[in-house]
């Protein structure tokens, strides 16, 4: 009786920690390890090539994640077999441009045969994962399983970060464009409003920014925001050198938050960062 009570009790923590994928039952499940990183992949039965597509397209991603420390922990990567699938198990709906949602530890993933009418190219499901998968190190470096939520990164910094390390910037429109957005008074539906004649460039006032205050222009005009997040990212490493960037992670790993290890690795706040960054645009200093 003892023993077969504890089959019972086997048989449901086994059911309770069976994957699952949003509003689906019984995926399949692959195991897949790259370069000392170890993952498993989810998929339902119709999205088995696209699953060999994500274990192929590892290879090339996880490489050029390494500058930032790789991955510390196991990532499950989700495929979800349609947008609204994807919409619903990261809670982000009427987000149509969204492919994939990096965590910690996970990476929901829009199933790569929907993404064009034949699919999606092994090249552009490699670039999605070494900038999703990016997201990831960055977490796991500076943070835990149950600390990295609340480490404050702004939006630039990780967009910007994940853009770079997946070679994107020929996705992304150009710093004389943005320099346009912020001339022209910049989004006048979200808000934002350039500073007064006279007044410091940097200043990103009380309006949408792509920098300083870009959650207004997320949803809509996600473009603009991933554009200038990669020009910011840009911006710091040739300023300051990758190896302050890699000891900002560390930093942030031994228990500080995002402002507190800027301004230790870097020398500056990260508002005067982004105010320097802006006069940069504003001032078109790229031309120089």
Not at 194 to 200: F, R, S, W
Request: hydrophobic share 40%; net charge negative.
């Amino acid at each position: 009786m003892a023993s077969r009570l504890l089959l019972v009790v086997a048989a449901v923590i086994a059911g309770a920690c069976a994957p699952r994928l949003a509003g689906e039952s019984d995926p399949r499940v692959r195991s897949v390890a790259v370069g000392g990183a170890r993952f498993r992949i989810l998929h339902q039965p119709e999205d088995a090539a696209a699953a060999d597509q994500v274990a192929e397209a590892l290879g090339v991603a996880v490489p050029r994640i390494a500058r930032w420390g790789g991955l510390r922990t196991p990532v499950t990567i989700a495929i979800h077999p349609t947008h609204e699938r994807l919409e619903a198990a990261v809670r982000r709906p009427g987000y149509e441009w969204l492919r994939a949602w990096a965590r910690h530890s996970k990476i929901d993933l829009q199933s790569p045969r929907t993404w064009r009418l034949f699919g999606a190219s092994d090249a552009d499901v490699a670039e999605i994962l070494t900038h999703e998968l990016a997201h990831c190190a960055m977490y796991q470096q500076s943070g835990t399983e149950y600390t990295w939520p609340f480490k404050g990164e702004p939006l630039w910094f990780r967009e910007g970060l994940a853009s770079v390390t997946a070679g994107q910037g020929y996705r992304r429109g150009t710093l004389e464009d943005l320099w346009r957005f912020y001339a022209e008074g910049g989004d006048m539906d979200a808000g934002e409003h350039l500073p007064p004649p006279g007044a410091d460039p940097g200043g990103a006032g009380g309006g949408a920014d792509p920098i300083a205050n870009p959650e207004p222009l997320y949803q809509r005009r996600s473009d603009l925001v991933y554009d200038a997040s990669h020009h910011a990212f840009a911006f710091l490493l040739a300023r300051y050198g990758e190896a302050r960037v890699r000891g900002l992670l560390r930093v942030m790993g031994d228990g500080s938050r995002f402002d507190e290890a800027f301004l230790a690795e870097i020398g500056i706040s990260e508002a005067e960062f982004a105010a320097d960054f802006r006069r940069y645009v504003v001032w078109q200093g790229w031309r120089r």
